[in-house]
């Protein structure tokens, strides 16, 4: 029985392994291709001698944009997560805790679940006509705005549903207490629900971070952000694939760092909701 | 009801509301409404501004006759019902396999998640390298069984399930993690229970563990499907849409007609008919979902 037991677990580590390769792969071969010599590369060599030339000319070249480019991400993904997070708590806050008109919230679902059918093309389509009256066509708040737009949705629902896990008889006893419903919220609440909050703040920063379709069509070269900039190495007449595995390379250590230290948020924000 | 305590309430109400409310009119509906009064005009941009010329439903009457539209709904519904589909069962297969063993566990779960991380445009980056004809990894590894080099991204019958590969590499990880949860939430005596009974681990898995899990699997399904649908990123890179219309896709027809034909006002048309069909898509599987509710209750 025992025995039977360990050799199906070796099964299992033998198809998950395999898995895992496959998973893997694609990510080892792009960074060895960024240590190579564009020769090296479009040899297909497996040894070879690595370089940094590719990174050298990514990072250092004259005509460089990855720093600008980096600091765009850097400042529409934090700025439009700051707004998400404002708004989904406060928003999910009334949704669940504030006697909300049904209407208002069933309102609410339907757009978001509308929102997350849609292509984001037709968004920007929408949004462009408007942005370029407006002058926030290739502006950070631009960006920031139609990011806040695409995402809230999602934030709020994840807010709503970590809301709701909140003790009712806390927020009875400070109300008998006399405590304001902003001193609530912020005092009582929002301490209960960092670990949601963090959640959902990962997720949003990921999902601004690795936007494209939006950014693709509302930046210019002052605030293009580092996937259009990827996009770009791509569509040239003249693909430099040494330059383009760098870039890919470089852009793949956020992932790896939010990877390595928030899994757990990270998990728990994509399955929240799904799985009850 | 208006105690002083009440009226305050309904004050912060508002106020904790009022964001929201704005995204929702500002950034939603009134772009949207703006693009259904583009979807009637000709629009000409001129130093600036636009010049609106009324044309009646023209671009919807178009919209019948447009041969790469066709092309492009047909392309993306492959594309998400096959790629869906095979996420979902290896996703099962893997989160089930998860579940089954003690050790490793979360290593294996740090593995599969790093591609939902990464950039779409990254995925496409890396695959356009992996997928090249001359140096790409995936021709090196046939090689090894003695397939020939194939133009994966240029070959028209070859081009879809390429891009379909890529999706599958990018997104199954997502299934599995859904699926994954869902497994963790069942309650372990389930398992003894099988044990006991000697079921094996193949009878459990299809009468136990299957069962049971078809809410999530359905859950996961519709989430993935609606995803997939927008599929822009992975063909914007890898193929255009090309060659020839193989991989075309709705996003991608309406961002070429839209941005890079300038066509803002037949584009706007396009996008109107998208939303209108997803919306139709998604009352229907509410209607389904409901109607299969009700038999089985």
Not at chain 1, 122 to 134: C, E, G, H, M
Not at chain 2, 187 to 208: F, K
Request: hydrophobic share 55%; with cysteine; net charge neutral.
């Amino acid at each position: 029985m025992k025995q039977a037991l360990t050799e199906h677990r070796r099964f299992e580590h033998l198809f998950l392994i395999l898995v895992s390769v496959f998973v893997l792969v694609p990510f080892v071969w792009i960074i060895a291709a960024a240590f190579k010599t564009q020769i090296d590369l479009l040899q297909g060599k497996l040894l070879f001698e690595p370089t940094l030339d590719s990174f050298r000319e990514v990072l250092f070249s004259k005509t460089t944009e990855f720093f600008r480019n980096t600091a765009s991400s850097l400042i529409v993904a934090t700025l439009s997560t700051l707004v998400i997070l404002f708004i989904a708590t406060v928003g999910g806050y009334a949704i669940e805790r504030m006697h909300t008109p049904r209407w208002i919230v069933h309102g609410l679902l339907g757009w978001s679940v509308v929102f997350h059918m849609v292509p984001p093309i037709t968004l920007v389509a929408a949004w462009f006509p408007l942005y370029r009256q407006l002058g926030l066509d290739n502006t950070y708040t631009g960006l920031v705005l139609a990011h806040v737009a695409v995402h809230l949705p999602m934030a709020l629902w994840l807010m709503a549903n970590f809301v709701r896990d909140v003790p009712i008889e806390l927020e009875e006893a400070a109300r008998i207490d006399g405590c304001s419903t902003p001193y609530l919220l912020w005092r009582i609440v929002v301490p209960i629900i960092a670990p949601g909050l963090a959640a959902t703040a990962i997720l949003m920063f990921i999902f601004s971070w690795n936007e494209f379709a939006v950014a693709l069509n509302m930046t210019a070269k002052q605030t293009a952000t580092v996937p259009v900039a990827i996009a770009k190495f791509a569509q040239g007449y003249e693909i430099k694939y040494g330059e383009m595995a760098a870039t890919a390379a470089l852009s793949l250590i956020p992932a790896l760092l939010f990877l390595l230290l928030g899994q757990r948020h990270i998990v728990k924000g994509l399955t929240t909701g799904a799985v009850k | 009801m208006h105690t002083p305590y009440a009226r305050r309430l309904t004050f912060w109400r508002r106020v904790a509301l009022t964001p929201t409310l704005a995204v929702f009119l500002l950034l939603s509906i009134l772009p949207l409404l703006n693009l259904a009064a583009l979807s009637v005009h000709n629009v000409r941009w001129e130093e600036g501004r636009a010049s609106w010329d009324y044309v009646g439903f023209a671009h919807y009457a178009r919209l019948a006759e447009d041969q790469l539209l066709h092309t492009g709904m047909v392309n993306t519904l492959i594309f998400s019902v096959v790629a869906v589909s095979i996420q979902i069962v290896l996703g099962f297969f893997l989160a089930w396999a998860v579940s089954r063993i003690r050790r490793a566990r979360i290593l294996y779960r740090t593995i599969f998640i790093l591609p939902i991380l990464v950039p779409g445009i990254l995925i496409g980056a890396i695959w356009k390298l992996m997928l090249n004809y001359d140096f790409g990894l995936v021709n090196d590894f046939l090689m090894l069984f003695g397939v020939m080099p194939q133009d994966w991204l240029g070959t028209p019958h070859l081009a879809l399930p390429s891009v379909i590969i890529v999706d599958i590499w990018h997104w199954t990880p997502f299934c599995f993690l859904l699926l994954l949860a869902g497994f963790e939430s069942l309650p372990q005596d389930l398992h003894e229970a099988a044990l006991v009974d000697g079921a094996s681990a193949w009878t459990e898995l299809r009468y136990v563990y299957l069962p049971l899990m078809m809410p999530v699997i359905l859950v996961t399904f519709l989430f993935r499907f609606v995803t997939s649908l927008k599929v822009f990123d992975e063909i914007y890179l890898l193929t255009g849409g090309g060659p020839g219309s193989s991989t075309e896709v709705i996003s991608y027809t309406i961002y070429r007609t839209f941005f890079t034909q300038d066509q803002m006002g037949y584009g706007s048309a396009m996008s109107v008919a998208v939303l209108f069909a997803i919306s139709m898509l998604m009352v229907l599987a509410w209607a389904t979902g409901r109607a299969g509710r009700r038999e089985a209750a």
